[in-house]
């Protein structure tokens, strides 16, 4: 009986112990499938985690470069209302250099205006028909030339008679002009003069006629001595060559040169351009 007893423990036994086999090995496939599923999630969640950085990455890139382009047109608009004021400023200036320039060709018409009225006036007192007073104007200034047979006797600085009528009506037209200015020049030839006790050569002479003139001019016909100057410039600006009589004759001369007062001039000019 004991033997029946213990063979039937024996056949349960390995009964229980083949099915616990049976049920390990199915448990065993089964974490096997588990723990395979699991690499396999592990691997996607990894590539999900790649990707996702990348597509951070790639976020935050394209928000700077938003950022970037919205700086970017904004400093464009910026640059853009600089440019248009810039170039307003521009045609301003343009607008007031052209403003000035157009004044300034007003004060210098005007000033050719006053020339010419004093060219005219002076022709018309002094007359044209003399080929020894010469009347002319260059570059905006009014010369009067008198040949020295008028007015002195060779090597002299006495001013003769008929000197004093020619300075006569030269003198109306200065006095008729209280704003302007006068420059007596004396001209000689090249012969050297010899000498005296008061003159020592032609810059003496060339300036003694100046102031001889001046005189006439200041005390017998009441020009504003204010008004003149006494220049000398002896024998080194000739008209023509000094190799004959009859050039050097031309050369000795005597020239009065008449012109706005320069102060008075730039303040006409000045007052133009100021003008709105």
């Known amino acids: 009986m004991r033997k029946i007893i213990l063979a039937l423990s024996l056949v349960a036994l390995l009964t229980t112990s083949c099915g616990t086999k049976k049920k390990i090995a199915a448990l065993e496939s089964k974490n096997k499938e588990i723990q395979d599923l699991l690499n396999t999630c592990t691997v996607k969640l990894n590539t999900c985690l790649t990707e996702k950085e990348a597509i951070s990455s790639q976020m935050d890139f394209l928000k700077k470069n938003n ?4 700086n970017n047109m904004g400093n464009m608009t910026t640059l853009s209302t600089k440019g248009a004021e810039n170039i307003e400023k521009a045609l301003e200036s343009i607008k007031e250099k052209d403003l000035k320039i157009t004044r300034m060709q007003d004060a210098l018409t005007k000033k050719d205006s006053v020339t010419l009225a004093l060219v005219t006036s ?3 007192a002094v007359g044209i028909s003399d080929p020894d007073i010469e009347i002319n104007v260059e570059k905006g200034v009014v010369f009067i030339s008198i040949s ?6 060779s090597g002299s600085y006495n001013v003769s008679d008929r000197a004093k009528e020619v300075l006569g ?10 704003d302007f200015e006068c420059m007596v020049e004396g001209h000689t030839d090249n012969v050297p003069f ?26 017998d016909l009441k020009v504003n001595p204010a008004q003149l100057i006494a220049a000398g410039r002896s024998e080194f600006i000739p008209l023509v060559q ?4 009859g050039n050097r004759a031309v050369n000795r001369r005597t020239r009065i040169v008449i012109l706005p007062k320069i102060d008075q001039f730039y303040e006409m000019i000045e007052k133009e351009m100021k003008k709105q």
């Open 148 to 153: 020295d047979k008028l007015l002195f006797k």
């Open 169 to 178: 009506k030269v003198a109306k037209v200065i006095n008729s002009k209280p």
């Open 242 to 245: 000094n190799n004959s009589a």
């Open 194 to 219: 010899t000498g005296n006790a008061v003159l020592l050569d032609n810059w003496d002479l060339s300036v003694k006629r100046s102031t001889a003139i001046i005189r006439v001019l200041t005390r």
């Open 122 to 124: 002076l022709k018309g």
């Open 67 to 70: 950022s970037d382009l919205i």
